[in-house]
């Protein structure tokens, strides 16, 4: 007979079941299974913590196995198991496929820096996972007109340096092209992550790669570049792989994010810079207010361009490499080294005249030594990489991406979301609805006040507003595409000396083609005004119709544009800028930003195509995810619980309510 021993415990966790030898492998594997079954319940369709935590200690008690750790008594259960179990499922994890990478890292609770493993969903892994036989070589239908949708006859898929070797080889697999994105995100008031995605742009599908927690990063001073970097090499040497792969090969084809996500990792300057404002031209920060519209053509602009060359040119100008060849020098430049927070790193607090290294010279991490803190550890001899440009030069540091094939900065996909409609159509939909407001026209003339005047004005704007949403709701390319804001308020609109419109991107979209309608019926009415402001008012509808005739060109099916599609969206831009600028509109570093976007679309295709529109949903379903998870088991909690987006019908799996943070 066996011997059964069976441990009580007076603690809030139910302890396993301990038998000799009567708990089989077989009774382990079924455990397991049970496991799985009961987190993917709680993760994915929203069975409560406080449930799974039951059903775990009542399965234990009757000599179930491999759910125990979940287990609190029902009466414990009820307050505490939702916590509990998203502590304790972090601690056995199903085989995810997952790489880890050592990166530096800084622990807040014990306030050091220590290198921590930080999970790596690689894109081979995603990829192999995800695409069929059928995907490709396609074979089916869908998947051939997704091709000649995407990429077919686009210059900047057909010149991609893979794809031109895939063809001089006689590859018989069609390349994929996929894309990368990246972009922060704030899951709480307080806590924020970025996240680093690839797309397989055909399908569609996008894939989680890694995620780090601004509280985790690095506070050397880098500003979290040494914790991302050997992530970001990790990345590159997989997406290297797939570039040379045997039978699935793919092509970085588009690098998406917005402007300060871009900037970050590419290590180059935001907009507010005084010398470097733009990353792709050499403007200047006064040249950027004032456009000179008359210079400007589809195919060129009166600024320098700063291409790929020149951003490979200015990190070799700006690294110096030396080769540390004994112990005593070793020492010597460790002595020297400090963290400094404005000089964005560790760096030397004195001039190394053996090595050449002036003072305030920056270590930088490379393949070799991912870990700037690992110098004074490393074997002599070995070379060490040092940032010697000057603290306001136009890069910060270099970027691993640009080791691969194609990638660079012709590379990145302007966002039409964030350059247009979170920017120029904001501005000119704010400053015509503030026009409107203290024109007068919406208000009765009884003498009130001018505070007075501009609320019944807004009252009155918003009752045609809320009519013209009426009328826009039979027509169904308005209910598919378009958003409604459920109320318009003074404070949303900023003022007309300083126009902001606070509003989502589609919603501003929606209220651009508002302003349209409105000054389009109340035309007449601007003749009771003063010349000045009747001329203003004509010019902020011409703008509104130039707006509107750009987001007409960019309706195209298909991302591969004509020349004279180009040339007309940027014929529509100039003649928006001409008529905003004479209605008093600020020109902004967003206005010089889409004159790139156009004039890359002859060899990048439809901006449309390739917007962070979903990107930027994908990021909410995250958000929503990482405020449900642990932050002792946070990373690899998040990599489990998006199994199912990685799948391609994701939005059926997961139920509505499955990630909030009151449940129970």
């Known amino acids: 007979m066996f011997k059964k021993a069976r441990v009580?415990?007076?603690?809030?966790?139910?302890?396993?079941?301990?038998?000799?030898?009567?708990?089989?492998?077989e009774k382990n594997k079924w455990g397991l299974e049970l496991r799985k079954f009961l987190l993917d319940k709680y993760c994915l369709e929203g069975l409560s913590g406080s449930d799974v935590a039951t059903l775990s200690y009542y399965i234990t008690q009757a000599g179930g196995a491999g759910v125990s750790d979940l287990a609190l008594r029902p009466e414990v259960a009820t307050k505490h198991g939702n916590e509990h179990v998203k502590l304790h499922a972090g601690k056995i994890w199903p085989d995810l496929d997952l790489a880890y990478v050592d990166c530096p890292m800084f622990v807040k609770r014990e306030s050091r820096r220590s290198v921590e493993q930080v999970p790596i969903y690689l894109p081979s892994t995603a990829f192999n996972q995800f695409l069929t036989e059928e995907m490709l070589n396609f074979s089916t239908h869908d998947s051939r007109a997704a091709f000649e949708k995407i990429?077919?006859?686009?210059?900047?898929?057909?010149?991609?340096?893979?794809?031109?070797?895939?063809?001089?080889?006689?590859?018989?697999?069609?390349?994929?092209?996929v894309a990368l994105y990246w972009d922060g995100v704030s899951y709480t008031n307080h806590d924020s992550f970025m996240g680093f995605y690839v797309t397989d742009i055909l399908s569609g599908q996008k894939f989680l790669s890694f995620l780090v927690?601004?509280?985790d990063m690095c506070k050397c001073g880098c500003r979290g570049w040494d914790t991302l970097y050997p992530l970001l090499l990790a990345w590159v040497k997989d997406l290297k792989y797939l570039e040379a792969g045997s039978k699935l090969r793919c092509a970085v084809l588009d690098i998406q994010g917005d402007w300060p996500a871009f900037l970050q990792i590419f290590g180059m300057r935001y907009w507010s810079h005084k010398t470097h404002p733009c990353p792709l031209c050499r403007i200047s920060q006064s040249e950027i207010q004032q456009l000179n519209l008359d210079a400007i053509t589809l195919d060129s602009i009166p600024y320098t361009a700063y291409s790929s060359n020149d951003y490979l040119n200015d990190v070799d100008q700006s690294v110096k490499v030396v080769e540390i060849t004994s112990g005593l020098v070793q020492k010597q430049i460790f002595r020297l080294l400090v963290c400094k927070e404005n000089r964005r790193g560790r760096v030397l607090s004195k001039p190394c005249a053996c090595l050449g290294l002036p003072q305030w010279a920056r270590l930088m991490p490379t393949p070799t030594m991912p870990d700037v803190a690992s110098f004074e550890f490393l074997t002599v001899p070995f070379k060490a990489s040092f940032w010697v440009s000057p603290l306001d030069f136009r890069l910060t540091h270099d970027c691993p991406l640009m080791e691969l094939k194609g990638v660079g900065l012709e590379?990145?996909?302007?966002?039409?979301?964030?350059?247009?409609?979170?920017?120029?159509?904001?501005?000119?939909?704010?400053?015509?609805?503030?026009?409107?407001?203290?024109?007068?026209?919406?208000?009765?003339?009884?003498g009130l006040d001018a505070a007075d005047s501009r609320k019944i004005s807004l009252l009155a704007i918003k009752a045609e507003l809320f009519n013209f949403y009426k009328i826009k709701r039979s027509d169904p390319d308005w209910v598919g595409k378009s958003s409604e804001v459920w109320n318009l308020t003074l404070g949303m609109l900023g003022s007309e000396d300083h126009p902001s419109l606070g509003a989502k991107a589609a919603e501003s979209h929606?209220?651009?083609?508002?302003?349209?309608?409105?000054?389009?019926i109340h035309l007449e009415r601007f003749d009771k005004l003063t010349p000045e402001k009747k001329r203003k008012g004509k010019f902020l509808l011409e703008a509104a119709k130039a707006a509107m005739g750009l987001d007409d060109v960019f309706q195209a099916e298909h991302r591969k544009m004509t020349r004279s599609q180009v040339q007309k969206a940027f014929n529509s831009y100039v003649r928006f800028l001409s008529f905003y600028a004479k209605a008093g509109g600020n020109i902004t570093p967003k206005c010089h930003f889409m004159l790139h976007l156009i004039q890359r679309s002859l060899f990048k295709g439809n901006p449309r195509l390739y917007t962070t529109y979903r990107d930027e949903s994908f990021n909410g379903l995250l958000a929503k995810i990482a405020r449900s998870c642990h932050r002792r088991t946070w990373m690899n909690a998040i990599h489990w619980k998006c199994r199912e987006l990685h799948s391609k019908h994701h939005q059926k799996v997961i139920k509505p309510n499955a990630f909030d943070k009151n449940r129970r």
């Not at 009580?8 to 000799?20: P, Y």
């Not at 210059?155 to 092209?177: L, M, S």
């Not at 929606?510 to 389009?520: D, N, S, Y």
């Open 213 to 215: 927690r601004s509280d």
């Open 510 to 520: 929606g209220l651009l083609e508002f302003v349209h309608w409105l000054f389009g």
């Open 151 to 177: 990429v077919g006859g686009l210059d900047n898929y057909d010149n991609h340096p893979v794809v031109a070797g895939a063809r001089a080889e006689n590859f018989q697999w069609p390349v994929r092209p």
């Open 411 to 446: 590379m990145w996909s302007l966002d039409l979301m964030h350059g247009w409609h979170l920017g120029p159509l904001q501005l000119l939909v704010s400053l015509s609805l503030n026009f409107c407001i203290d024109s007068g026209l919406w208000a009765p003339d009884t």
């Open 8 to 25: 009580h415990s007076n603690s809030a966790a139910f302890d396993e079941t301990v038998e000799d030898g009567f708990i089989t492998d």
